[in-house]
């Protein structure tokens, strides 16, 4: 799970969930992915941000700051600007 450093700075890191946070969901190709199954195991009470069914588009909306979004680690790697949150 990847965020920039503003929206932890405005939203800070989810305690218990991810209830009362922004996400970026996977749709299309994606939502049968690891990655949208973590999320609809984890986003009970989240604000659905931005739908898409690309992971480059989840990965610079994650950068810019509209939510948080689950992605592989290489990605966020390679797309800079995003911090690893635990959960």
Do not use: K
């Amino acid at each position: 799970l990847y965020a920039s450093r503003r929206y932890l700075d405005q939203r800070s890191e989810p305690e218990s969930g991810l209830r009362g946070h922004a996400v970026v969901q996977p749709i299309g190709i994606l939502s049968s992915g690891p990655e949208a199954t973590w999320l609809a195991a984890h986003a009970q009470g989240a604000e659905i941000a931005l739908r898409t069914s690309s992971m480059l588009c989840m990965a610079i909306a994650a950068r810019q700051g509209v939510g948080l979004a689950m992605l592989p680690t290489p990605l966020a790697r390679s797309t800079g600007g995003l911090v690893e949150v635990s959960t």
